[in-house]
């Protein structure tokens, strides 16, 4: 079954740390188990990515970085003003597959599980599928 | 099982939408279910990408983005003149993983699937695999 | 159950062809049967891709052209002077799904599949499941 997370971003670009949330929704679903977890964003202008959860400037460099190749402003076609956050939603991916292991999310030491806002604020959701085996 | 899917290009790089081919595919292995439904595709110049489907301005903007970052002609080493095809198709990606739900995709209101061609026009493939559960 | 694979790189950006050793351990794993492959990459500056294994000048211009529009030393607040690795490392993306098909990775006749290595050289850890289905 798939649930559902509100998340609420407060800025244009905007990366939301959903880590501790999955986990949350783990520990009730499968407990101990191993499984796959599968993260849909059923939007066209938010993304997920897997990144530095310990320093902050790291998402930072990233927003920062993503702008400069990809401008808000330009001479797009699209005339509601938030093709770059369309570009950027299509080169972070709107699905993530992560692993389960003894009931944790197996992530690196360093990893976080980033909700990606790139045109923002905006109140959005998140479909989770947790899947034991 | 995989089910493949023919795509027929018609332009060097063009975004096809294969939401309904998708949905027509689940509509006959799962009917009312749940699942999951596996994209890949076997192809180094092609991907997939999940973003816009009402205003087709979007995907213009988004190939024209990538074309301006990543031109078909530059100091490429690779000598079949379609560097720039394989490099988009690392950055999007050759495969989604998405979520279905009561027999139908579990899409966001404005989202098409597309299939990415980056070095047509060409006959190409797709994988599909749909799994109930 | 997730099996590990020690990966070890030898240069700071590498792209290394991993196809073999997931197929190996699909042999043990499900031998002639049809699956589902996981690969996860426990990392924050590393990633996977799919792209062309038989002329190593694509995966060359890979790397040189992402290393143009993402240059290791710029204006980033991160201060471990990786932060290129950073953002490398979630535009290709942690995670990739491969289907199998009679036992074998149902890849296309040109892919391979890389670790793709952004700040080397490193000791390295991939996860790999594999379920029959």
């Given at each position: 079954?798939?649930?559902y997370m509100e998340i609420k971003s407060s800025?244009?670009?905007?990366f939301i740390?959903?880590?501790g949330h999955?986990?949350?929704?783990?520990?009730?679903?499968?407990?101990?188990?191993d499984g796959i977890c599968y993260l849909y964003v059923p939007h066209t202008t938010a993304a997920l990515t897997i990144n530095e959860g310990a320093d902050p400037s790291?998402?930072?460099?990233?927003?920062?970085t993503l702008t400069e190749l990809i401008p808000h402003v330009a001479n797009y076609?699209?005339?509601e003003g938030n093709s770059d956050a369309h570009i950027k939603a299509s080169l972070f991916g709107s699905s993530e597959v992560l692993l389960i292991e003894n009931g944790r999310l197996a992530l690196g030491t360093w990893q976080a599980v980033y909700f990606c806002e790139f045109d923002g604020p905006r109140e959005r959701k998140?479909?989770?599928k947790i899947m034991e085996g």
């Open positions: 079954m798939i649930k800025k244009r670009s905007e740390d959903i880590t999955i986990q949350n929704l783990i520990d009730k679903e499968i407990s101990t188990g790291v998402k930072r460099d990233i927003v920062t076609q699209h005339m998140l479909a989770i």
